[in-house]
Nanobody, 124 residues
Framework: QVQLVESGGGLVQAGYSLRLSCVVS????????LAWFRQAPGKEREFVGG????????YISDSVKGRFTISGDIAKSTVYLQLNSLKPEDTAIYFC?????????????????WGQGTQVTVSS
């Protein structure tokens, strides 16, 4: 049974940083394509970034480029999202998603597995 467990969210002031983690279990980590999405209250789920199978390729959305970084640690079966220079508009639940074919997509419906999410709240 594949499971994704996110952690690392919290309440921070604007300008601070957080590192989100998503531990993947139940299947070999480097066969998955992985992504981070976020969803703010009343808004649609937004693609933040993705990392391909084996962590060979990464992508960060233009909306957060220069502030957020996605990376993977195969040995720890973990994908990270580093959030720097946080802004109040980054406040959302951040979700980790996995694609069994090894790719990443900007469309949430393409993913096979999801974590439960971790809340990030940025105060001004």
């Amino acid at each position: 049974q594949v499971q994704l467990v996110e952690s690392g969210g919290g309440l921070v002031q604007a300008g601070y940083s957080l590192r989100l983690s998503c531990v993947v279990s139940g299947r070999t980590f480097n066969t998955f394509g992985l992504a981070w999405f976020r969803q703010a209250p009343g808004k649609e789920r937004e693609f933040v970034g993705g990392i391909s199978r084996g962590a060979f390729r990464t992508y960060i959305s233009d909306s957060v480029k220069g502030r957020f970084t996605i990376s993977g640690d195969i040995a720890k079966s973990t994908v990270y999202l580093q959030l720097n220079s946080l802004k109040p508009e980054d406040t959302a639940i951040y979700f980790c998603a996995a694609d069994a074919q090894g790719y990443y997509y900007s469309v949430s419906s393409e993913y096979d597995y999801w974590g439960q999410g971790t809340q990030v709240t940025v105060s001004s």
